[in-house]
T-cell receptor
Framework: DSGVTQTPKHLITATGQRVTLRCSPR?????VYWYQQSLDQGLQFLIQ???????AKGNILERFSAQQFPDLHSELNLSSLELGDSALYFC???????????FGSGTRLTVV | ELKVEQNPLFLSMQEGKNYTIYCNYS?????LYWYRQDPGKSLESLFV?????AVKQEGRLMASLDTKARLSTLHITAAVHDLSATYFC???????????FGAGTTVTVRA
């Protein structure tokens, strides 16, 4: 167990639907980073939150949004889902630059 | 736009032999990370390289960083089956943890 918790592990949904992915960082880590891993795009940075505030955005679609709550857990909301949104979604937290990221186990999203 | 290129993308290794994976990147960075991913699993941190000339070793794996050449290598010594996985390098050019990943090198070790 890496200490970064993601739920659910698997999600199957239909096109046009909306889903919410949840992430809790390691105890003591204030940042949450979201990444998408797909076969065609590889690992892509989506968005970062630090202590409740958005810090950086990457290749995140307008249909996607995220937030970080006072207890530091984060949610990634994906709406108007398309087949191409099928991917593994990882969150990660950072304990300090000497350690790099610690990744959660991921949520595998399948859009049918 | 930052580019991180790994080669080879696929590597079939014979048990007991030595191999090297290369990671080239297109912009200045003093931070480079190596990760391992087993199929359908999460990414496991292998090495954090934070300065020019950094070399780190763990078991049969050794990683090095040459920031002037913008090149990192992951050397595998005497490959064993357990090393079969996909290996990613990632660069943090802005020191803000927005990592740019290479495409990954899928390693298969055969007897």
């Amino acid at each position: 167990d890496s200490g970064v918790t993601q739920t659910p592990k698997h999600l199957i949904t239909a096109t046009g639907q909306r889903v919410t992915l949840r992430c809790s960082p390691r105890s003591g880590d204030l940042s949450v980073y979201w990444y998408q891993q797909s076969l065609d795009q590889g690992l892509q940075f989506l968005i970062q939150y630090y202590n409740g505030e958005e810090r950086a955005k990457g290749n995140i679609l307008e249909r996607f949004s995220a937030q970080q709550f006072p207890d530091l857990h984060s949610e990634l909301n994906l709406s108007s889902l398309e087949l191409g949104d099928s991917a593994l979604y990882f969150c990660a937290s950072v304990g300090g630059f000497n350690y790099g990221y610690t990744f959660g186990s991921g949520t595998r999203l399948t859009v049918v | 736009e930052l580019k991180v290129e790994q080669n080879p993308l696929f590597l079939s290794m014979q048990e007991g032999k030595n191999y090297t994976i290369y990671c080239n990147y297109s912009t200045t960075s003093d931070r480079l990370y190596w990760y391992r991913q087993d199929p359908g699993k999460s990414l496991e941190s292998l090495f954090v390289l934070l300065s020019n000339g950094a070399v780190k070793q763990e078991g049969r794996l050794m990683a090095s960083l040459d920031t002037k050449a913008r090149l990192s290598t992951l050397h595998i010594t005497a490959a064993v089956h357990d090393l079969s996985a996909t290996y990613f390098c990632a660069v943090d050019p802005s020191d803000d943890y927005k990592l740019s990943f290479g495409a990954g090198t899928t390693v298969t070790v055969r007897a």
